[in-house]
């Protein structure tokens, strides 16, 4: 597939709809970590910023192998995007700590204390695209997988 090299309306609008996002890290050992975040935004065309709100593993991570995979993917839809870059972690003591803090905790509101945030400086951006497009393009549209997803999971359209 195709590289693109930065985050497009295409790709925050994909990252808007998304509940969760799956950060991929490396601990010491060189073992992948994949943890779900709830509360993430992209702050511009080349950044995104994650909440550390339980995420001791993922921040120790991040400061040995700084490297990190990002992606979402709209379960119904069945696309999305996949995000490689460096992330590095932001505290609170810090000075920059507000600007990107700020779009976090409007979506996390009280509930969720934000320990620190984690920066990702986006290296490159790929489609994630469920096999069944390329498989059977004549049959799959995103309608289709709509409504195969909301069979397949019990969703009832209101």
Known sequence: MTLMHLL???????????????????????HPNVSP?????VIDDTHLAIAHIASPGSVRNIRRHPQVCVSFVDIFVQKGFKIRGTAH?????EDAYSQWA????AKAGP???IRAVIVVAV???EPIVAPSYWLYPETTTEASQIEAAHRTY?????
């Not at 309306?9 to 990252?15: K, L, M, S, T």
């Not at 975040?37 to 935004?41: C, G, T």
């Not at 700020?102 to 905790?105: Q, R, V």
């Open 102 to 105: 700020g779009p976090l905790e």
């Open 111 to 113: 509930r969720f204390p």
């Open 123 to 125: 290296q490159a951006v």
């Open 37 to 41: 975040k709830e509360v993430f935004a």
């Open 89 to 93: 972690i932001v505290t609170p003591e």
């Open 8 to 30: 497009t309306p295409e790709v925050i609008d994909a990252a808007g709809r998304s509940v969760l996002c799956w950060l991929a890290t490396v601990d010491a050992a060189g």
């Open 154 to 158: 019990g969703v009832k359209a209101g």
